[in-house]
């Protein structure tokens, strides 16, 4: 009996994972339509990073004057989003003035707007899907910890059998062997490398150079009237993630400060559930 559940827990999670293993790698690409622009966040996820997404739009709210950065502090002065980063961006830094913003940046990687973005622009082929790329990931969770348990199960069984005296050991011992190189076969990456990392794919590398070359200088468009200064300085910290100028002092609220971190413990409510 130990071996027919073991035999179908993992059957059942290899077959959810090579499945959700297939859509990650063989979904239908929708062509982007020709000639539409890339927005500013679109740019910001093709730089790899989905805190990016939201450092750009903090970047903007601070030129914007919708948010202040002084001496490492964020504060939210218009508490009104303008799209639904911004309204997570919100949420992260909360409404009274944040001092560890810096603690939080990771929560971006869990925002359903920044990940939205991601796979629109997954769907269009441009970088390996996040949304099916995270499916697959909890996928491939479920089958090894179902491997894990098949295999204290097998070991169980071989451990009853053999107390019955014989060779009725070689059976259950024979099947769990069977049975883990079966899963490790399945479990097995289909390609090298991080092939779970949310990368550009070549056109999406093609696709954002075409971009920056076709738009020289590139002035993005925002939820503020920017000037033509600031918005440059918003495009040149979006393609190269420093801050520098005017949002030299966002750096300091948002980077994970230099050495240990000392000081009395934080209370790190806002943000998107906490950690």
Sequence with gaps: MLLVVAYGS????????????????????????????????????????????????????????????????LTVIDPVPRDAVEADVIKVIGLSPSRRTWRRMNR????????????????????????RSRAAQRSHTWLVWA???????????????AAEGGRAFLVPLVA????????WKAAAPPVSGHYWHCSRTDAGRAALEAHYADHEPWIPRT???????????????????????????????????????????VDDPPGLGGL
Excluded at 108 to 121: E, T
Excluded at 151 to 157: D, E, K, P, R
Excluded at 223 to 249: C, I
């Design 108 to 131: 971006f990687q869990r925002s359903r707007a920044v990940l939205a973005i991601g796979d629109r622009l997954g769907d269009q082929g441009l970088v390996r899907h996040p949304g």
């Design 147 to 161: 491997q894990v348990a098949s295999v204290a199960m097998g070991l169980t069984a071989v451990g009853l059998a």
């Design 176 to 183: 769990t062997a069977v049975l883990l190189a079966v899963g």
């Design 223 to 265: 939820n503020d009237d920017l000037s033509a200064h600031d918005a440059e300085l918003l495009a040149t910290a979006v393609r190269r993630g420093g801050f520098t100028g005017r949002l030299g002092p966002l750096s300091g609220a948002v980077s994970w400060p230099e050495g240990p971190h000392t000081g009395p413990p």
């Design 10 to 73: 993992t059957a059942a999670c290899a077959v959810r994972y090579r499945r959700a293993l297939r859509v990650f790698l063989d979904a239908p690409v929708v062509p982007r339509a020709p000639g539409e622009e890339f927005t500013l966040y679109e740019v910001a996820f093709l730089q790899l990073y989905e805190d990016r997404v939201a450092r750009a739009a903090m970047a903007a709210m601070v030129l914007g004057g919708r948010l202040r950065a002084r001496d490492k502090v």
